[in-house]
């Protein structure tokens, strides 16, 4: 077993003792990866290939919304309105479910979203707070506990049994909403497209319709090795 960053290491799959990768998770719904999957147009993402056998593949037809790419990193510009969406589906998250981002937020916009009319995301309002919304509820905030949110780092949010957790560079805040309904999922970096773009970059996300501790630690592990 390869030891990580900060003594994290990955849980060994029941492959043998192979290293967890999360094609290893029966409930992946969305694995857009690091690096793989990328089709440019010129030095900018025209699309982003699911890794998961979903084939929940992001892209962006029009160039002028297409967030710039290098080395593994997509730069989400807001002036630019960049973001992605599926072309071939869409997730819904009715119960427990986790999402793990590398990103690195230089402001404010949405990481993850529904593109239709009832707007749900996960998005920075602010640069101290994550903003929550499922099935066209109310705006649920998770505050960080001290600092702020606009730093290279990677997040894991979770929701079991209707209570969200958001672990940050590994660390759980202290705020566990509880939040009902069903998130779905098929957009990256806005929100009812062109809303709230995303300002800053991302190299991967995850995305799977279950939770558990050992799928956190998994995806921190993972998410840390791609730390610089």
């Keep these: 077993m390869l030891a990580l960053k900060l003594g994290m290491s990955l849980v060994s799959s029941n492959k043998g003792g192979a290293e967890w990768t999360p094609t290893d998770e029966s409930s992946l719904e969305a694995w857009w990866q690091k690096g793989v999957g990328i089709t440019l147009n010129g030095s ?17 037809t029009t160039a002028g919304n297409q967030p710039a790419y290098s080395d593994g990193v997509l730069t989400f510009d807001p002036a630019a309105s960049s973001y992605l969406q599926s072309a071939s589906g869409q997730i819904s998250l009715s119960g427990d479910f986790t999402i793990g981002a590398k990103i690195k937020p230089a402001g404010l916009g949405v990481v993850v979203a ?9 998005r920075f309002n602010t640069t101290s707070n994550l903003r929550v919304k499922i099935d066209g509820g109310a705006n649920t905030d998770i505050p960080k506990d001290s600092g ?3 730093e290279e780092a990677y997040m894991v949010l979770t929701r079991v049994s209707g ?22 999922v098929d957009g990256i970096g806005a929100r009812k497209p ?6 800053g970059e991302m190299s991967e996300i995850q995305v799977y319709s279950s939770s558990s501790a050992a799928l956190t630690a998994n995806i921190n592990a993972r998410l840390l090795s791609l730390m610089p």
């Design 148 to 150: 702020t949110y606009d």
């Design 163 to 184: 209570t969200l957790t958001l672990h940050w560079k590994g660390v759980a805040q202290s705020t566990t909403p509880s939040v009902a309904g069903t998130a779905d």
């Design 194 to 199: 062109s809303s709230n773009p995303f300002d």
């Design 114 to 122: 529904d593109l239709t009319a009832s707007g749900e995301f996960v």
């Design 44 to 60: 900018d993402v025209s699309a982003w290939t699911d890794s998961s056998s979903n084939n929940i593949d992001m892209a962006q």
